[in-house]
């Protein structure tokens, strides 16, 4: 029954005065019997072993076709030499400041969302020209999601010079010119997306993967002369603390508080990024200096920990925030009545099963020290690929607990599934033409 709903439900949505059998019936032929499935599950997926796999999803769903364009697509790998040096730069307003969030799993990954009513993080472009001009234009913070792979040596979206990191943030602005992200994302200036590479904290030897990564290895030895932020442990009681929660079932409740004050914990956060604001923001950019100061991002961590544990399980309604990620609530070509919107798309969106985030969520917690970056115009990296996105892309990556990465490697797909060999990373992409990459050092 569900079933058959979503499938009248997105026949009606993507064409308009034509009904879902009409739809069906003018689909291209593609992929064999399981098109009719994949059309009417309307998911997409990582795993190359089926038919939804990331190069068919242009052809999973009508309003998914710009996924096969070949004009501006993410990820891409981001080749140093070849990137224009610019003075490019960024202006992120209140960038530690904690606003109200929740959390939810939507299927594809972990998000930790900025609840709707706050607009008081928000980020200008500098030195850019987006859509043959330049930006002058204020993107709105709205959510954190992060990608990884199955094995560690590759999880990021994108690559720099050839290397892939173990996971890869997405700190996701839209233009304030438009309504919502909703309205946004399909635009040209639609979107602002900050990725950051994000590495596992070597704790201890407790690093059993197969895989060497030299370049993190150094990072570690760098952060580990200095004596500072290389591990929890120079704050025990947040370590036991860990251990604690990971414990086992008992006495889940009151772990789980334990865990909520250790994160919302005045002291865990509010230093951790003070060198990172606004002025210091020129003066910290090691330009020259080659190697990446590795920060270790407690408070990410700490969430990480502590939230994806609770959105583990992926629930059908949790993929309905207007159209996110999916298409439920969402429309190519005719605009749907504003009963619908109001009635079907916003009901569905506030029956999911978000957990609210106790101290909420700021920039702060995932930015880098470093602020070298690369710039270039993209896609969304999930269908409906929109090429709506600039792209702003560190170049040095920042650490999480190992803990933290294993909490989201627990975080299911929709199918219900743990993750598998393919991750939740989308591919790079192979444009026609390479695509305009400018960096900042
Ligand atoms: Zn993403």
Known sequence: MAALYWLVFLGSLCIGTVDGAGYLGRMPHHGGSCYYEDIKNAHFSYDEETCRRPDKWCCLHKCWATCGSTRRQSPINLDTSEARRTNANLKLYNIDKRVPATTHNSGHAPHFDVAEDNKDITLKLKNIIINKRWSKDTYIFHDIHIHLGKKENK?????????????????????????????????????????????????????????????????????????????YDDEDEKDDEHD?????????????????????????????????????FSKKCYEGRGKCKVRFAKTLSCLMEKYYEKIKEYHEQDNTTNGNHGPRCEYCGKKPSDYFIKEVC????????????????????????????????????????????????????????????????????????????????????FNRYKVSVSKNF
Request: glycine share 6%; aromatic share 10%.
């Open 346 to 429: 916003q009901k569905k969106a506030g029956n999911h099963s978000n957990t609210v985030i106790e101290c909420g969520i700021t920039p702060a917690d995932v930015l880098p020290y470093d602020q070298r970056f690369y710039t270039y115009p993209g896609s969304l990296t999930t269908p409906p690929c929109y090429e709506s996105v600039q792209w702003i892309v560190y170049k040095c990556p920042i650490k999480v607990s190992r803990k933290a990465f294993k909490a989201l490697q627990r975080v299911e797909d929709t199918e219900n599934n743990p993750l598998k060999e393919h991750g939740v990373r989308r591919p790079l992409q």
């Open 244 to 280: 604690e929660y990971e414990g086992g079932e008992d006495n889940e409740r009151s772990k789980r508080e334990i865990r909520a004050k250790s994160c919302c914990r005045s002291n865990y956060w509010n230093y951790e990024y003070r060198e990172h604001d606004e002025e210091s």
């Open 155 to 231: 999880g990021s979206e994108h690559s720099i010079d050839g290397k892939f990191y173990p996971m890869e943030a997405h700190m996701v602005f839209y233009n304030s010119k438009y309504e919502d992200i909703s309205e946004a994302k399909s635009k040209d200036n639609g979107l602002a997306v900050i990725g950051v590479m994000i590495q596992v904290n070597k704790k201890h030897g407790d690093d059993n993967d197969d895989e060497d990564d030299d370049d993190d290895d150094d990072d570690d030895d760098d952060d580990a002369k200095k004596g500072n932020e290389n591990e």
